[in-house]
């Protein structure tokens, strides 16, 4: 029996691979594990921050559009003068 074999068999928790290493997560959540320094451990955890990070972009962008059509609006009623209206 080979010498590696046999201390594989002997110490098998020193051999498993880190959980950003397995090749079966997509980039980013291998990317979004290996970031976290630690804090995010599993792949599960890691879906739960990208969903996150996916609705607050999503409300950041409802948001500014809503301001940005509110601005235009309001510009928009004083270009018209009061006698025409």
Known sequence: MDLLQRYKEQHPG???????ETRSDSFFIR???RLS????RDTQQAIY????????????IIFFL??????????QKNLIP????
């Open 31 to 33: 990317l979004v594990i």
């Open 49 to 60: 921050v990208i969903v996150g990070v996916i609705i607050v972009i999503a409300i950041a």
């Open 14 to 20: 020193e051999f498993r691979k880190p959980q950003w």
């Open 66 to 75: 809503y301001i940005s059509h509110r601005a235009t609006v309001d510009t």
């Open 82 to 85: 009061a006698e025409i209206s």
């Open 37 to 40: 320094g630690g804090i995010i």
